[in-house]
């Protein structure tokens, strides 16, 4: 019984490997794949997938962005073009059995920010989970594996400063932060969290500094408006302040904090006016609460402003 069990256990492993190995021919297909200006493409993963066989491989392009599938079956196949950085394209094709086949030319498309590959997921959502249980260092430890097997990868080191922003460690936030400005020197997102290390860390000025380099129509998140906003506030640029406050209102409506502010603003302005206007706006949101009982104040005395304005 025992012999017939392991005999049985090779003639499975042998099947096996022989169902894996379906895709194998005669057959020969190669082709190159480029960016948009028609640059080629290193380290692209070709997966190609027989649906004859329904079975298939991986091959990468080589600096000249070319690949090359050796000895496969002829018919219909599927193939996937990835690499990060890229939008992932999708065709199919017929490869004859004998006879030359034709190049197959792609072009990718590059894409601002991570593309995630079906490599790159599995360590990704581990991390990503990791760090919503607040497990930081288990999560660097993901995210760094990630850039070791992809480099390409640099987004990543956004994952790995948030962990070190979490734990106010900001230098080393920072540090993870600018690594992605090397490769990308606009990024918003970076830029920002830049800032925000150093707005942490008490040096207003410095975080002021790099929140200008953003530009300011890119900006579409009411709380990272009001923040910036309230940076300007610290440091008496009350002008500076309006715009950002204005814009995050504009964006969302009953964001209460940021009416509040606005109101603020306009009043150590001396817009009386622009004050009036925005405090009522804000008891019509918010009526009852302690801070709608001091905007109340306010709403009084700007009203007797504009009474005694109105006399003179």
């Avoid at 049985?8 to 492993?13: G, R, S, V």
């Avoid at 169902?19 to 021919?25: A, F, I, V």
């Avoid at 005395?301 to 003179?312: D, G, I, P």
Wanted: charged residues 30%; proline residues 3%.
């Amino acid at each position: 019984m025992k012999k017939a069990g392991f005999l049985l256990i090779l003639i499975f492993l042998a099947s096996s490997f022989l169902l894996s190995q379906d895709y194998k021919g005669k057959a020969r297909v190669f082709g190159y794949v480029f960016d948009e200006e028609g640059n080629p493409i290193e380290g692209v993963s070709v997966k190609l997938f027989s649906l004859r066989a329904q079975g298939g491989f991986t091959v990468k392009t080589d600096k000249n962005g070319k690949w090359i599938a050796s000895w496969i079956r002829g018919g219909g196949w599927n193939v996937d073009f990835e690499k990060i950085g890229y939008m992932p394209k999708k065709i199919s094709i017929n490869i004859l059995t004998y006879g030359k086949n034709p190049e197959v030319i792609v072009n990718l498309k590059k894409v601002e920010g991570l593309v995630i590959t079906e490599d790159l997921e599995k360590d990704l959502v581990r991390g990503n989970e990791l760090f919503d249980q607040g497990k930081y260092e288990e999560a660097i430890q993901a995210y760094e594996k990630i850039l070791e097997e992809f480099p390409e990868a640099y987004i990543i080191n956004r994952n790995i400063g948030n962990c070190y922003f979490q734990q106010e460690n900001y230098e080393k936030a920072e540090e993870y932060y600018k690594e992605i400005l090397e490769n990308d020197p606009k990024s918003t997102s970076a830029i920002l969290a830049v800032g925000n290390c150093y707005n942490n860390r008490g040096e207003n000025e410095k975080a002021l500094e790099w929140y200008r380099k953003i530009e300011f129509e890119k900006l579409d998140d009411p709380t990272v408006l009001y923040n910036i906003g309230t940076s300007f506030t610290n440091s008496s640029e009350h002008q500076e302040a309006l715009k950002y406050y204005r814009r995050a209102v504009e964006i969302q409506d009953d964001f209460l904090d940021g009416i509040y502010q606005l109101g603020l603003t306009y009043l150590t302005l001396g817009s009386f006016p622009e004050a009036l206007e925005t405090f009522e706006k804000y008891v019509t949101k918010d009526p009852d609460s302690e801070r709608a009982t001091q905007v109340k104040g306010f709403i009084e005395y700007l009203k007797r402003e504009s009474e005694r304005n109105n006399r003179v």
